[in-house]
């Protein structure tokens, strides 16, 4: 029944053609930049620079400064390639329908080798600049993001943004990567954070922009098992979450400012998605639960990297 | 407005101006960034 639904969903998909008008004019500079998705890129840069700048080896500010830059130009080149990818997805979602493809300001050609373009760019640039280790992890963040995630997960299962998931946890990896060469415990560890992270975070998003998910055809949690199982889900993410965020403490890696501030803000996490748990409500307007846990998790997540550097940084 | 149209001729003209002044930005940039790198990696720091 449930593959008999996601089969359905897969069809609906495919069988719709591109609605968008072909681009008449040469896209403004403007369209360029929205291609590369700069508000998701804003925590991407961010955990990338805390990997950075909690590694033990101290980096020359203009190689670290280019560390961040590729981390940032390979993010963009990912987001482009996807916006590339799923133009007729975004045609038909409220959400997405305004971006430079779905509303025709641009062609996808001209997508296609912004994304191709700025991905060599970014890996040649932090390989010559930094290290070739940093650089392989950084190209395969966008190989993950756009060919596991975007082409293979997402039209597929409803697994997508958990699998898909760990294309965005490997920032804070390249940024440590770019400092000492290589990536032990601390930074492994920091990836299973943004990793267990990320399906909390888009399935409570994905909650209230169900319908929208719905009509584009895209198989998210609550549109194939519905709020209920997507709110038992959020919640049982959210234990192992909190035990990667708070394990370089017990561990050794990170002080007593890192681990109180963690378990602070792990704690606040778990009571906002049981909030979450205890919710009923299948409308939107009446997911005010979902839509509070969806806002703490961008800023819990920037406050337990910011933690992170600042423990680094005292301890120092 | 049709792409024979001046009005339309105009636009492209002022978006590939744009365009081509943000490139120039970006390219001065690079070259100013794979200076610094160069100097920091032959001093060897």
């Known amino acids: 029944m449930r593959k008999r639904r996601l089969e359905r969903l897969a069809k609906g998909n495919y069988m719709t053609a591109m609605t968008a008008a072909p681009a008449t004019l040469p896209a403004h500079w403007t369209d360029f930049l929205a291609l590369t998705k700069p508000r998701v890129m804003s925590l991407v840069v961010f955990t990338g620079l805390c990997g950075l700048l909690a590694a033990p080896v101290p980096i020359h500010p203009i190689l670290g400064f280019t560390a961040i830059l590729c981390i940032a130009l390979g993010a963009g080149a990912a987001a482009a390639l996807n916006m590339w990818y799923e133009a007729d997805l975004d045609a038909k979602m409220k959400r997405t329908a305004s971006r430079p493809l779905p509303a025709g300001r641009m062609d996808r050609q001209t997508a296609l080798h912004f994304g191709v373009g700025l991905s060599f760019f970014s890996v040649l640039l932090i390989g010559l600049a930094t290290n070739w280790f940093a650089a392989g992890v950084l190209a395969l963040s966008i190989l993950f993001y756009v060919v596991v995630y975007t082409v293979w997960l997402k039209r597929r299962t409803p697994q997508n943004i958990v699998i898909g998931g760990a294309a965005g946890a490997f920032p804070p990896v390249i940024g440590w990567a770019a400092a000492t060469g290589d990536a032990t415990l601390l930074p492994i560890l920091l990836f299973v954070l943004i990793f267990l992270w990320t399906p909390p975070h888009f399935w409570a998003l994905s909650l209230f922009v169900r319908s929208d998910y719905a009509a584009a055809g895209v198989p998210m949690l609550p549109v194939v098992s519905g709020p209920k199982v997507t709110r038992q889900q959020i919640a049982l993410y959210t234990l192992p979450m909190a035990a990667a965020a708070v394990a370089p403490w017990p561990l050794g890696l990170a002080g007593a400012i890192y681990g109180v501030s963690a378990a602070a803000l792990s704690l606040v996490f778990l009571i906002l998605s049981l909030q979450v748990l205890a919710n009923r409500a299948t409308e939107p307007e009446g997911m005010k639960p979902e839509k509070r846990l969806f806002a703490y998790s961008i800023l819990y997540l920037f406050a337990v990297f910011g933690a992170l550097v600042l423990d680094r940084w005292i301890l120092k | ?45």
């Open chain 2, 1 to 45: 407005m049709t792409q024979d149209d001046p009005q339309h001729l105009v636009e492209v003209r002022r978006r590939q101006k744009g365009r081509a002044i943000i490139m120039a930005v970006l390219l001065a940039a690079f070259a100013a960034l794979v200076y610094g790198i160069t100097i920091v990696r032959m001093t060897g720091k």
